[in-house]
Structure formats: C-alpha cells, structure tokens
C-alpha cells in the first residue's frame, strides 16, 4: 500500500484550509496559492473542499512514492519550523538546512518554494532510496 499522505492531518490542516495548507499537503501548489490569497474561495471552496479530501488523499497516495521519508513528518516540519530548515535537514539536505537556519528560510523565498515542491522532493528522495 503506498500510503504517503493522512486524511487526519488533511483534516488537520484544512482548518487552516482557507489558506491553502490541506491544498498544498495533498500536492495542488496552484490552488493553494489560489486558496491563500483568496481565504478559500472566500470560504465557499473551503467548505466544499471538507468533502473533497478523501479524494485528494487518494489521489496524492497514488500520486506520490513512499519510502523512507515521511511525506508527514516532512509537512508538519515545513509548516512549522520551515524558517529554521529543520524539514531539510530531515531529508538529509543539509547544507541548504543550515542556510535556512541562518537565513529566516533563505528570507522566506525558500520556504514558499519548499510548499510548492515539498511533495516532490520527497517523492524523489524515495525513489533514490529504492534505486
């Protein structure tokens, strides 16, 4: 079963969902960004998303390579301690970790693309493990 991402954090995270992080969890950068500067769809698309997650998460789970590194522990760590590179370093990346310790996530700019990528870069740093 290749099971990369929880519904429970899904879940989780689309409380926060009017900024975009469920979107952004599940791999969909462009309608979180979309959802971020909008709250939601002006919550609308917020409320109608609490019925769409199952199916993201289903999508994500086939979307995405499982492995090693926690597509999870990588989210949580990004969303809250990504200025400090600590999601990074979990991936074993790190000397742009110790970048973004020392720089506020390489002055922010790092981190915003770190939520567009994140699900990516896990996906391949499983793969090359199984390589």
């Known amino acids: 079963m290749n099971d990369t991402h929880s519904k429970f954090v899904g879940y989780l995270l689309w409380i926060f969902?009017?900024?975009?992080?469920?979107?952004?969890?599940?791999?969909?950068?462009?309608?979180?960004?979309?959802?971020?500067?909008?709250l939601g769809l002006f919550f609308v698309g917020?409320?109608?998303?609490?019925?769409?997650?199952?199916?993201?998460?289903?999508?994500?789970?086939?979307?995405?390579?499982?492995?090693?590194?926690?597509?999870?522990?990588?989210?949580?760590?990004?969303?809250?301690?990504?200025?400090?590179?600590?999601?990074?370093?979990?991936m074993g990346k790190w000397i742009t970790g110790f970048i973004y310790l020392f720089t506020g996530g390489f002055f922010l700019i790092g981190v915003l693309y770190d939520f567009w990528t994140l699900n990516e870069q896990v996906s391949i740093k499983n793969m090359q493990k199984f390589s």
């Open 17 to 38: 969902g009017f900024l975009g992080s469920h979107r952004f969890y599940y791999g969909k950068p462009v309608t979180g960004t979309l959802w971020f500067f909008t």
């Open 46 to 90: 917020w409320i109608v998303d609490l019925f769409l997650i199952p199916a993201m998460d289903k999508e994500a789970d086939l979307r995405f390579r499982s492995g090693p590194t926690d597509f999870t522990i990588a989210w949580l760590l990004l969303t809250f301690l990504g200025v400090f590179g600590i999601h990074r370093m979990y």
